[in-house]
């Protein structure tokens, strides 16, 4: 297995994005970055591709020639090499993150219910849970009890942590979490994750 650096909490949010009606989201299994790609730009650049004389690209091609320069937008400009290079992946560079399972989120919700101590929220996470919309309700069920949101959020990062670390494993990764602080002053450094 090989190592490489990831930022936890960026994975996280794109599983947990599970409609994934504005983006889609993907790894680059090279430098750990995760992509956020919109859907609309991802839509128009495969338009774009996809137009002319021809119904597909070809396993043999890696070069689209186009007759005339595709007019897109100047602020998707920045992002249409790297779609590209999403889309053209052959090296299986970008990974595809995927949505997290809802049976498994449902299963940490119950495992919280049971180590909560408030009894008020135990009753309303009970009836939360029950039925269509229980990820929603369970979340507005937290809005009144600040401590034990806050509780609940660092329970499930952690559940979240288990679940990337297999994912990442199944790829042949070994994450490294990237200290966040530091990574945000420029100064290089990773850390062990813990779980």
């Known amino acids: 297995m090989r190592r490489l650096e990831v930022d936890f909490d960026e994975i996280q949010k794109a599983m947990e994005d599970v409609a994934r009606d504005t983006f889609d989201y993907f790894l ?59 889309i053209l992946d ?28 408030e009894p008020a929220l135990k009753g309303e996470l009970v009836h939360a849970l029950n039925g269509k919309g229980a990820f929603r309700r369970f979340k507005d069920a937290l809005v009144n009890y600040p401590k034990e949101r806050k509780k609940w959020h660092g329970y499930n990062a952690r559940a979240m942590k288990r679940v990337i670390t297999e994912w990442l494993q199944s790829l042949g990764i070994e994450p490294w979490q990237i200290d966040r602080e530091k990574k945000e002053r420029g100064t290089d450094y990773v850390g062990e994750v813990d779980l």
């Open 28 to 86: 680059d299994s090279r430098t750990g970055v995760v992509i956020a790609v919109s859907e609309d730009i991802l839509d128009e650049v495969e338009a774009k591709l996809y137009e002319g004389d021809f119904d597909e690209i070809g396993e043999g091609i890696e070069y689209v020639e186009f007759s005339e320069e595709p007019e897109l937008p100047s602020w998707m400009e920045d992002e249409i090499e790297l779609i590209l290079d999403v």
């Open 90 to 117: 052959k090296n299986r560079r970008y990974v595809r993150i995927p949505e997290r399972y809802s049976s498994e989120a449902h299963q940490v919700m119950t495992e919280f219910l049971e180590i909560s101590e």
